[in-house]
């Protein structure tokens, strides 16, 4: 089966950047490892997570079921057990406000040769059950393109009071309908942790 890697070195500042500087994970103990912010990896087949200590060039790993959290700058992975299951996955947290959090992942098309991503997002409650959620890609089919089309309204409809997320989403979301609906892509494709706890 094919292994997918998410190579996150997406790392700059922007404007809608939160003020974290540090990159960390937090482990189910709750303790704190600090660690390189250039060197992060995703391994979501075997549900690892690669990286490097502060002061270390040697690669380290540790399982998704290790670990509650990474913090990377302006990003936010993390895992859960959805809807009460058993199986621990890890997404990108886009958004968290008292009541609900939006997350996301990502998958590559099975057949090797495809240049297929397969995205699926989801709105949780403060008990993690699925509120909603969205399956999508970047193909250009009829059927991709209106799927995409969905993403901004159904955002903006959980978390339209999160001010800043919505301006982070509406700038990628004012060119999409222009270029098939493949602009607002690069809202999952460069993740940026958003928290509108009121």
């Given at each position: ?55 270390s060039?040697v ?96 955002i903006?409809?959980?978390?339209g ?11 990628y ?26």
């Amino acid at each position: 089966m094919k292994k997918l890697y998410f190579l996150v070195l997406f790392i700059s500042m922007n404007s809608f950047s939160m003020s974290i500087v540090e990159s960390f994970i937090i482990t189910n103990d709750g303790s704190k490892i600090n660690i390189k912010p250039n060197f992060f990896r995703i391994d979501t087949t075997e549900k690892l997570v690669f990286y490097k200590l502060l002061n270390s060039d040697v690669e380290s790993k540790i399982k998704f079921k290790d670990f509650d959290c990474i913090y990377l700058g302006i990003n936010k992975f993390k895992t859960y057990k959805l809807n009460n299951s058993k199986e621990v996955n890890g997404y990108f947290v886009l958004s968290e406000t008292a009541s609900k959090t939006l997350i996301f992942t990502t998958t590559a098309d099975e057949n090797e040769e495809s240049t297929k991503v397969n995205y699926v997002f989801y709105v949780l409650d403060v008990n993690n059950n699925i509120v909603d959620s969205l399956q999508f890609d970047n193909l250009k089919t009829a059927k991709s393109i209106a799927a995409r089309a969905d993403i901004y309204p159904k955002i903006q409809f959980y978390f339209g009071g999160c001010e800043m997320l919505i301006k982070r989403i509406s700038s990628y979301d004012n060119l999409s309908v222009q270029d098939q609906n493949m602009s607002i892509l690069e809202f999952f494709n460069s993740p940026v942790y958003t928290e509108c706890k009121k």
